[in-house]
């Protein structure tokens, strides 16, 4: 089934210690974004990518970095978590940019304790 | 700050009623307009979306109205259901950029 698959469905991690969030797509889209939800703050965009090899920061890219080497994956790493990192993360690929609906994956449940 | 305001947050409706959400931007370099329903525990997902060379677009029961001029758009659900339970988010956005607004959750009573 085409889509996007983000791993792991949720997590529980220390604060101070390190993790990646996975997200893979198989549609061959160019454009790939990181965005986290929080309750009445609706998606926020952390880091976006239009095309494999290049990366931009958004809104909140503070204390998180992403990597694009090929087109399907956009792994999104934490370096030191803290608390206020505990959201809801959601991948999304778009075939080219904002012109086009964006497919999101399922989301990554991340509690920063 | 803030480039997509949309309101209510919170909309309860009964069955067979209409459900209306607004919402309005600020960048007139916007050009797609989309909207997309979330389930508890899923992602968001393209519901219907609009392009400002056109008033209005039908998708079923789903209609945007779109108002260029007042940089203003809104979802209409004619006939909700309970299965249109969800949270709805509308964006704006053009090739650079898509700015999402908070999200309203809706609620249709049997």
């Known amino acids: 089934i085409a889509g996007i698959t983000q791993a792991p469905t949720s997590q529980i991690l220390a604060a101070g210690r390190r993790m990646t969030l996975r997200c893979t797509q198989d549609m061959r889209h160019n454009a790939m974004y990181w965005y986290r939800q929080d309750l009445g703050l609706g998606l926020r965009l952390i880091h976006y990518?239009?095309?494999?090899?290049?990366?931009g920061k958004g809104e909140v890219p503070d204390g998180y970095s992403v990597s694009r080497a090929n087109t399907d994956d956009f792994p999104l790493t934490l370096a030191s978590a803290v608390p206020s990192q505990t959201s809801v993360y959601f991948c999304?690929?778009?075939?080219?940019?904002?012109?086009?609906?964006?497919?999101f994956g399922s989301g990554t449940r991340l509690t920063v304790v | 700050q803030q480039q997509v305001k949309q309101s209510p947050q919170s909309l309860i409706v009964q069955k067979g009623g209409i459900s209306i959400i607004n919402c309005a931007y600020e960048n007139t370099a916007f050009d797609y307009f989309p909207w997309y329903q979330q389930f508890p525990g899923k992602g968001p997902a393209l519901l219907i979306a609009?392009?400002?060379?056109?008033s209005e677009k039908k998708e079923g029961r789903f209609t945007i109205s779109f108002n260029k001029s007042a940089k203003q758009f809104s979802l209409h659900i004619m006939d909700s259901q309970p299965g249109d339970s969800a949270t709805y988010f509308c964006a704006a956005s053009n090739i650079d950029d898509m700015r999402f607004g908070a999200g309203t959750r809706l609620t249709v009573k049997p």
């Open positions: 990518s239009n095309t494999a090899g290049t990366t």
């Open positions: 999304a690929s778009s075939p080219e940019g904002g012109n086009y609906g964006y497919t």
């Open positions: 609009i392009r400002p060379d056109v």
